[in-house]
């Protein structure tokens, strides 16, 4: 069964520093799609950032980039410059081009410090 | 560009009774989602609509149904409500393919009682 997991219920950072959220997932299938997404507390999802698994280049938006190691099964979410408004709940998602399904991480509470 | 709506954003309904959730998308977006999120289970996808039929589907017992008019808008519904069906729903649009960039709506927080 494919899976995803954050090991990191809650995280804290200092207005201006880096942050790097974890996510590992599981599944035999190649040809994939990852996501991270923000849920701040007035709770509509945005999608931060997309990566296709046949990709190797790591994606980047702005301040924030991800570290994908396929090998790994690993994609990190690393925040630059953090800023109060980057608190909010972050979701890593997979999705199976296989079973054309979502499978969602249970989520990283990111808390900004002013 | 408006974005995708949700009516109701809030319900109250008792253990047994029924309940429709409508989803509004983005103008041009022909792909619906919906998911289910609860503290417990956290995110789980429900079913996902492209022109007018079912592309896939989460694993949810029947009571749990959809539907896709030819404006590309959706309803759910839920039958028979249980307790374990206070959630909040949420229903993501995307123009093509459910792995394009999904948008999403605000939510319909269902509370059964």
């Known amino acids: 069964a494919q899976t995803v997991t954050q090991s990191q219920p809650e995280m804290s950072v200092q207005e201006a520093e880096t942050v790097t959220l974890s996510c590992t997932y599981d599944?035999?299938?190649?040809?994939?799609?990852l996501f991270w997404y923000k849920q701040p507390p007035s709770r509509q999802m945005i999608l931060v950032i997309r990566q296709e698994a046949y990709k190797q280049q790591n994606a980047t938006e702005n301040r924030f980039s991800v570290n994908f190691q396929k090998a790994a099964k690993s994609f990190s979410l690393k925040i630059s410059d953090s800023q109060l408004g980057d608190a909010a709940m972050y979701f890593c998602a997979f999705f199976s081009s296989g079973t054309y399904k979502y499978i969602f991480g249970t989520g990283t509470r990111l808390k900004v410090l002013a | 560009k408006a974005g995708v709506t949700q009516t109701p954003r809030y319900l109250i309904k008792t253990r047994g009774q029924q309940v429709t959730l409508s989803c509004s998308p983005i103008?041009?977006?022909?792909?619906v989602s919906w998911y289910q999120q609860t503290p417990g289970q956290g995110l789980q996808f429900l079913f996902e609509?492209?022109?007018?039929?079912?592309?896939n589907k989460g694993n949810f017992p029947g009571r749990f149904s959809g539907r896709q008019f030819s404006n590309s808008r959706s309803e759910m519904n839920v039958s028979t409500l249980e307790l374990g069906d206070s959630a909040l729903y949420l229903c993501?649009?995307?123009?093509?393919?459910?792995?394009?960039?999904?948008?999403f709506g605000p939510g319909t927080r269902l509370t059964v009682t």
């Open positions: 993501a649009s995307s123009v093509d393919r459910a792995f394009d960039e999904q948008y």
């Open positions: 609509y492209f022109s007018e039929t079912q592309r």
């Open positions: 599944t035999s299938e190649s040809d994939y799609y």
């Open positions: 103008s041009g977006h022909r792909s």
